[in-house]
């Protein structure tokens, strides 16, 4: 983190030398937020991997609210490409994991990997019958790693003054390790595939891969291997082949919230792929699937419900009642909060399909945050189960503006709150 730092201000200190040397004016921001600069952050959060990548990832599916759209691009290879382990790395952990003589299980085993990501590097394999396999290797030492990484980027969060003074920090650190740990045991992340495929058996618009029990363990995920392209390839396809594939995955968030009670609540982009021989959705890494509270699923449906209807004080009793916007709030920073709730809700409303691809929505709800904490508002701890459904919806929001895609989310959400 030191050494990332360091280069990071080196950088700015010369571009800012140059600048005023050509009689600019630059500002600190413009200094980060250069192709340098971003760049040398992806490659160090991609080397670092874990806690840290997982940060990097988060940055890389801005829309261009924050970054500049070619600074996004320059981040987004964290969402599947850290570095790899080198092939002796490998090997031990594999012998770790299967014995030493586990190649001879494999017909083939590609030890270049496909893809890299925060815990673990995924590898091709094919078994003596002809099965192609995706073999999800964990990186070793990275669940030890947890508890520092999430420290250093504590410290990191703290020294940037991003947080408002008073912000309560260590409830969603804490929950970040919790959350990392879970994500590092391969078989409790095999059990939610299986829970998953079980769900999705039926459905036509979705693949999952399958379990392979045998070679499976709690560093090692053995599942089949299913050919597909990155979900951001649609942003080529034709305008109603982007509107079905994001009306499929927002139907499906609304079904894990109130139909199914499981939600995999990670919404890194490289999660979703598409299969465009059979024109399905691909579902990949379900290490961060969290049960959903019955009680959270019923309110969640009453607040949608009362939002869509325009029930501004039954909306301000539900947030309250769940802890989104508590009674301790003063009454000054509660208003603008549920302007900003209700905002949401009109833009729904106000159209039947929503153009993602040309909506303000983000900005708007952003200048509005962004005036709420420079009044001095320090946000409460918001309960961890709602944070986690809010960040899957806001990462189905992206992924819809990335895509351009347009949704008959008025619809979509009246179908399901509707009903008991």
Known sequence: MGVLAAGVAGRMALDGARQWGQGGRPAARDLLLT?????????????????????????????????????????????????????????????????????SQFAQFDVRPIAAASIGQVHRARLPDGTELAIKVQYPGIAHSIDSDVANIGRLIRLSGLMPQGFELDPYLDEARAQLKEEADYRAEATHLETFGALLRDDPNFTLPQLNKALTTGKVLAMTYVPSDPIETLAHAPQEQRDLAMHHLCDLMLRELFVFGTMQTDPNFANYRYDSTNERIVLLDFGATRAVPASLSSQMRALMRAGMEGQRDDVARLVADMGLVPHTVPERFATRIIDMVMLVFDVIRADPVLDLGTSDLSRRLQRAGEALAADGFVPPPVPMDLLYIQRKVAGMFLLASRLRARLPVTALVRSYVEQE
């Open 35 to 103: 192709p340098a600069n971003m760049r040398h952050i992806a490659d160090e959060l991609a080397r670092m991997r874990g806690a840290a990548m997982k940060i990097g990832q988060l940055v890389s599916m801005d829309t261009g609210d924050v970054l500049p759209p070619e600074l996004a691009e320059i981040m987004a290879r964290l969402r599947a490409d850290a570095d790899f382990m080198p092939p002796k790395q490998l090997r031990d952990v594999l012998d770790a994991e299967w014995g030493a003589s586990w190649r």
